[in-house]
């Protein structure tokens, strides 16, 4: 259908974000473009990862345990416990942006290709020489070309970057709390309707989330 639309609320760092990437990818296969990646900065801003670490690797067993999604060892010993970690979801979102300019259809590739870096092969993409490894590899296998060197530059410097995203996600936040707080959240909008799509859904994968969109199609 031409006159859908999906906009999807997250953060790169939302573990329940990453339980509800199944359901994200069925949407991005079929659709495409008519899926607008909406950024919140949950957690944008860095904190160290002793902070959080304890409580997140319980809210990840519980995420696995009710969705099947992977979270290692390697995770736990790389990201969660290394010496002076910091926890950001910055880099991230910078480099989901720049990918954008390219073609918007690489910003869910990368988000889900972010998580199994982090969360199953443990690598710490609060960091930025990680973060452009995963950006090159997306890049790569969809026919696309980034310059290192200069993706690097500008997730470190780029002002005008990071004011944009920035705006970004402010849009984000606003939209989001029209209808409803946390990440992740779901709007699908047809024509003038707009629907919330129900976390149960989100959390059921591909099947359910191909089903849900065609029961709420218009006959």
């Given at each position: 259908?031409?006159d859908?639309?999906?906009?999807?609320?997250?953060?790169?760092?939302?573990?329940?974000?990453?339980?509800?990437?199944?359901?994200?990818?069925?949407?991005?296969?079929?659709?495409?473009?008519?899926?607008?990646?909406?950024?919140?900065?949950?957690?944008?801003?860095?904190?160290?990862?002793?902070?959080?670490?304890?409580?997140?690797?319980?809210?990840?067993?519980?995420?696995?345990?009710?969705?099947g999604?992977?979270?290692?060892?390697?995770?736990?010993?790389?990201?969660?416990?290394?010496?002076n970690?910091?926890?950001?979801?910055?880099?991230?979102?910078?480099?989901?942006?720049?990918?954008?300019?390219?073609?918007?259809?690489?910003?869910?590739?990368?988000?889900?290709?972010?998580?199994?870096?982090?969360?199953?092969?443990?690598?710490?993409?609060?960091?930025?020489?990680?973060?452009?490894?995963?950006?090159?590899?997306?890049?790569?296998?969809?026919?696309?070309?980034?310059n290192?060197?200069?993706?690097?530059e500008?997730?470190?410097?780029?002002?005008t970057?990071?004011?944009?995203?920035?705006?970004?996600?402010?849009?984000?936040?606003?939209?989001?709390?029209?209808?409803?707080?946390?990440?992740?959240?779901?709007?699908?909008?047809?024509?003038?309707?707009?629907?919330?799509?129900?976390?149960?859904?989100?959390?059921?994968?591909?099947?359910?989330?191909h089903?849900?969109i065609?029961?709420?199609?218009?006959?």
């Open positions: 259908m031409s859908i639309e999906f906009r999807y609320f997250f953060d790169p760092l939302c573990g329940w974000c990453y339980a509800s990437a199944p359901a994200l990818a069925a949407i991005e296969e079929s659709y495409g473009s008519q899926l607008r990646m909406m950024p919140t900065g949950l957690f944008f801003e860095p904190r160290p990862i002793t902070i959080i670490a304890d409580h997140a690797w319980r809210n990840d067993q519980r995420i696995s345990e009710l969705t999604q992977r979270f290692s060892e390697s995770y736990l010993l790389n990201v969660l416990q290394a010496p970690g910091v926890f950001t979801s910055g880099p991230l979102t910078l480099a989901l942006a720049i990918l954008g300019e390219i073609d918007v259809d690489l910003e869910p590739r990368f988000l889900h290709a972010a998580q199994v870096a982090r969360y199953v092969e443990g690598r710490d993409t609060s960091r930025i020489e990680e973060v452009v490894r995963v950006a090159e590899a997306v890049a790569a296998a969809n026919d696309a070309a980034i290192a060197v200069i993706f690097a500008r997730l470190q410097s780029d002002t970057l990071l004011d944009r995203v920035k705006a970004r996600m402010a849009t984000s936040r606003s939209e989001l709390q029209s209808f409803g707080n946390g990440v992740p959240q779901l709007l699908v909008q047809m024509g003038k309707v707009v629907q919330v799509v129900e976390g149960e859904v989100l959390y059921g994968g591909k099947d359910r989330m089903a849900t065609a029961c709420h199609q218009p006959r």
